[in-house]
């Protein structure tokens, strides 16, 4: 069975930092990007970073770009966020996404409430 399972969702003061974790089984997480997306009360789903298998190439979006970054580590099976300098708009539910060719896997994602 297919499972993607974030954790480190919190709530966090405005300037603040936290750490996002997706735990990845039942399918070969080595050979799929992973991505981070997030969807902000009320609004659509929005890309936040990308990194592709072998950690050789990350993309962020321009509104976490230099705040954020992105990692992983395949003997873990596991993809991070480290989310620094945290604005009120960062404020949303974070899902991670393996994406191998056509093959998507979700998971239920984690809330982060950045307050103001």
Not at 47 to 72: E, L, M
């Amino acid at each position: 069975e297919v499972q993607l399972v974030e954790s480190g969702g919190a709530l966090v003061q405005r300037g603040g930092s936290l750490s996002l974790s997706c735990v990845a089984s039942g399918f070969t997480f080595s050979s799929y990007a992973m991505t981070w997306v997030r969807q902000a009360p009320g609004k659509g789903l929005e890309w936040v970073s990308t990194i592709n298998s072998a950690s050789s190439s990350v993309t962020y979006g321009d509104s976490v770009k230099g705040r954020f970054i992105i990692s992983r580590d395949n003997a873990k099976n596991t993809v991070y966020l480290q989310m620094n300098s945290l604005k009120s708009e960062d404020t949303a539910v974070y899902y991670c996404n393996a994406v191998k060719w056509t093959v998507n896997f979700w998971g239920q994602g984690t809330q982060v409430t950045v307050s103001s």
